[in-house]
């Protein structure tokens, strides 16, 4: 009975099974980067004092896939904190990618007026304030003044930490964020593990 070519060489089997391995793997981090979730550190204290500097997010991409599949363009909840590949992003000066929370939609009229958002739409023509169901979060007056209407397929966002310049946001030369830009919503914090928490 004559040897198969593994038979003959062991390590060339060895080595072969390696590579397969290998490849396995980076095929499956991609994969579950791409459509499954992804992992992001905050820095800066921008969403203080919901997020700090270091901590360690999971963002869910399932909804994004999902509305991708439905040939859809995902469209976050008001209110939910998202991560978001920077429009504005410069190669070695500003970072890449951001996280803030949602505060108005595609047609809606945003205000900022004695510290507060206000937000206009059909169903409130008079006006309401977005963070009301956000349970205390942010907890910061909000600095600046604008008064603008959102573009289609874009979204307002805004940072927790709201006072002065400490947040780059939609109101302070961010600008509003394409809708194709969004990572997915932050699932949850998983480091440090003494303040893991879902969001």
């Not at 940072?159 to 964020?177: E, F, K, V, W």
Request: charged share 20%.
């Amino acid at each position: 009975m004559e040897l198969t070519f593994f038979q003959r060489h062991p390590l060339a089997k060895d080595i072969f099974g390696i590579i397969i391995f290998i490849s396995c793997v980076i095929i499956g981090t991609i994969f579950i980067n791409t459509f499954i979730f992804r992992s992001f550190s905050v820095v800066g204290p921008s969403m203080e004092k919901t997020l700090y500097t270091d901590d360690r997010l999971i963002v869910n991409r399932l909804p994004v896939t999902w509305a991708q599949l439905q040939n859809k363009t995902y469209v976050p909840e008001r209110g939910q904190i998202i991560v978001f590949k920077n429009p504005k992003y410069t190669a070695g000066i500003s970072d890449e990618y951001i996280v803030k929370r949602v505060i108005a939609f595609a047609g809606e009229r945003v205000t900022l007026k004695d510290g507060h958002y206000a937000v206009y739409n059909k169903q409130h023509p008079n006006g309401f304030d977005p963070d009301d169901a956000n349970h205390g979060e942010p907890g910061s007056p909000t600095s600046g003044s604008v008064d603008s209407t959102v573009p289609d397929n874009e979204l307002f966002v805004s940072g927790d930490h709201r006072q002065a310049s400490y947040s780059y946001d939609s109101r302070n030369g961010l600008g509003t964020i394409p809708l194709y830009d969004v990572v997915g919503p932050v699932g949850i914090r998983v480091f440090p593990f003494d303040k893991i928490r879902t969001f």
